[in-house]
């Protein structure tokens, strides 16, 4: 189980880093799709791809996976009215079918559980290093 969790764990890291290059690689993309309440939609844009990638590379270093984790389930939430804003707006978006829309809400909550796993304490790590300790 360990070891699918690690692997796991990188295939997520690297998605994070991947989608926050993205929005360097794709910016137009991510503009479309931001919410018109939300101001200055290009600096949010470079920011959260900034931050993704951060974060992503984060999650893969043991030391600091735990508060990457825990920023990366912040940034999920954080993003999730946009998700919302494109579900209930679908004339908005015409290049996606309402069911693609939708569909991205659970797939946020299922996100979210994937990098909550990393962000709780492994309760193996604490008796392993307990029993060194003795």
Do not use: C
């Not at 949010?44 to 735990?66: D, F, H, P, Q």
């Not at 998700?83 to 939708?102: C, F, S, T």
């Not at 909550?116 to 290093?129: F, V």
């Amino acid at each position: 189980m360990r070891t699918l969790k690690l692997i796991l764990k990188y295939l997520l890291g690297l998605l994070f880093v991947l989608a926050g290059l993205n929005h360097f690689i794709s910016p137009d993309f991510y503009l479309r799709i931001m919410p018109p309440y939300l101001p200055w939609h290009l600096l949010l844009v470079y920011a959260s791809g900034v931050i993704e990638v951060l974060l992503g590379v984060g999650l893969l270093i043991k030391r600091s996976t735990r508060l990457a984790a825990w920023g990366l389930m912040a940034l999920l939430v954080a993003v999730y009215p946009a998700n919302i804003h494109m579900a209930l707006n679908p004339d908005l978006y015409p290049d996606y079918g309402r069911a693609a829309l939708w569909a991205r809400l659970p797939i946020q909550l299922v996100l979210l559980a994937w990098v909550y796993w990393y962000a709780r304490r492994d309760p193996h790590e604490s008796a392993r290093s307990g029993s060194a300790a003795a």
